[in-house]
């Protein structure tokens, strides 16, 4: 990794400073130390390979404690250990749990109290242990509790960790703090690194070896991961245009690319702005990248109408290509009724409605943000459907999953708010793999001898390249039933 001022760059009072606080993760030490470096098709080694960013202050814990040959870090703190979070154990008279911390630069004492250890230990309605007998459980309870308590106390953002009590436990055992499986805090930490102009596609576990690019390469590789069939419609279009062909659809194409491109762009912007503590002017960022990625992701939508348009010869007028309008789909059926089909099926006729109708309101009335708050403290952004087409949107996002799915609620009659990390994230899950169809659909006929998908050679180091960079973005996980955290808790 570059350090300090590259050759070619020129500061001005507009050039951005860091300026975003560190990272701070505990995860429990089996997870990082037992992990095999070489096994590059593990989430968690890449995992491991992000916590090592010297932007990130890593922190070990284990209910044991460190193993006991490893050093101790200073006379002062006697069970200090560099890089752990030690708890020294409960002292009666302060009603206190002591806890050490040592994060290579500080060493420092904490702790925290509470009876919440005990309360784990005596919990009646938690079957997260069930397999063991009810002493068991209650020690391991109890243990889960301590370990996330002390992670809060070492003011930890994420506890990285796959302690069952401590996913299924219906009360919140340490303010403040993330609770995340490996597979979970993996989408959460790349999201950081990006904001602070981190890269990354591959990274060792010790940190010593990595591929970075510039955030441009980044999101492109991000769209090819999602519609890999881009690559072979825009290897193919351009050896047409290279040998005298016409170049409109290439231009279409690289249309499509572009526009997606600018969508995973806005959102992160828009997780950006949710990461943060929320307000009015938080929630408008939030609101003007939601609108952005909805503008390009319907701009990527109606270009692949457009498209089809092209390469199938229709005769009537290109500004009337839409996968909305009946008729005109009706033509494609007769050209092609495999594209048409790929448009149809899934419900995906739906999504396209709840997009085409969130993304009008840029000739309507502006989409309303509303700060969701307890007491005083602003917790979350909602934004409020528009009211003349909140029942089609309902109506579609009905038979896409249910509104539950999607993250929309009523608070008053008529009046329906959601969340638009939600909102977006279920578009791109339908239509990013409808656009990889449709041009799968259009290249048997008119992308002759071109790969289907990026080879090799376009991607990196990194064992499952395309699978890498949707760990990253979160937008295809591997078991739909395991969704990523996407946001850190709110603070007051």
């Not at 760059?9 to 095999?36: C, H, K, M, N």
């Not at 401590?166 to 790349?190: D, H, I, K, M, R």
């Not at 909602?382 to 509104?403: H, K, Y």
Request: negative net charge.
């Amino acid at each position: 990794m570059r350090r300090g001022r590259r050759p070619h760059e020129v500061l001005t009072p507009f050039s951005p400073a860091p300026g975003l606080q560190p990272l701070t993760v505990v995860i429990d030490a089996p997870l990082i130390d037992r992990l095999d470096g070489n096994d590059l098709r593990s989430p968690e080694v890449f995992l491991g390979g992000l916590l090592s960013h010297d932007l990130v202050r890593l922190l070990r814990y284990a209910d044991e404690g460190p193993p006991r040959d490893l050093p101790r870090s200073s006379e002062y703190e006697p069970n200090a250990v560099r890089g752990w979070v030690v708890v020294r154990g409960y002292e009666s008279d302060i009603h206190m749990w002591s806890v050490a911390v040592d994060d290579g630069n500080t060493v420092g004492r904490t702790g925290f109290g509470g009876d919440f250890p005990d309360a784990a230990e005596q919990d009646p309605n938690d079957s997260a242990y069930s397999d063991l007998d009810s002493s068991d459980a209650s020690a391991r309870r109890r243990a889960d509790v301590i370990a996330a308590q002390a992670a809060a106390a070492a003011e930890a953002d994420i506890f990285i960790t796959t302690r069952p009590y401590l996913f299924s436990v219906g009360w919140e055992v340490a303010y403040g703090l993330l609770v995340a499986t490996p597979v979970q805090a993996l989408p959460l930490v790349s999201l950081y690194l990006r904001a602070q102009g981190e890269f990354i596609d591959w990274r060792s576990l010790d940190g010593k070896g990595t591929s970075t690019m510039n955030r441009g390469l980044f999101y492109q590789r991000s769209v090819m991961s999602l519609v890999p069939r881009l690559f072979g419609a825009i290897i193919a279009l351009s050896e047409q245009a290279r040998t005298g062909g016409d170049a409109s659809a290439l231009r279409l194409t690289h249309a499509i690319l572009g526009r997606l491109q600018q969508t995973v762009v806005a959102r992160d912007e828009m997780y950006w702005g949710l990461n943060r503590p929320q307000n009015r002017d938080i929630a408008f960022e939030v609101l003007t990248a939601f609108d952005l990625a909805l503008l390009t992701l319907m701009g990527a939508v109606d270009t692949s109408a457009r498209l089809a348009h092209h390469l199938l010869g229709l005769e009537s007028d290109q500004y009337r290509a839409g996968w909305h309008r009946d008729e005109w789909r009706g033509q494609v059926a007769k050209g092609c009724p495999a594209v048409a089909a790929a448009v149809e099926v899934e419900n995906r006729l739906d999504a396209i409605t709840v997009l085409r109708k969130l993304r009008n309101t840029i000739h309507a009335a502006l989409i309303n943000p509303i700060a969701v708050s307890q007491g005083q403290v602003h917790v979350a952004t909602r934004i409020e459907l528009p009211a003349d087409d909140a029942e089609a949107i309902l109506a579609s996002i009905d038979r896409l999953g249910g509104r539950g799915e999607w993250g929309v609620e009523g608070h008053a009659p008529g009046r329906y708010h959601a969340d638009p990390a939600e909102l977006l994230d279920h578009l791109l899950a339908r239509l990013t793999p409808m656009l990889n169809d449709l041009l799968a659909a259009m290249s048997s006929a008119h992308f002759p001898a071109a790969p289907t998908e990026p080879g090799g050679d376009y991607w990196s180091l990194a064992g499952d390249p395309a699978q890498t960079y949707r760990w990253q973005i979160d937008l295809a996980p591997a078991d739909p039933s395991v969704h990523a955290a996407t946001a850190l808790p709110a603070e007051d």
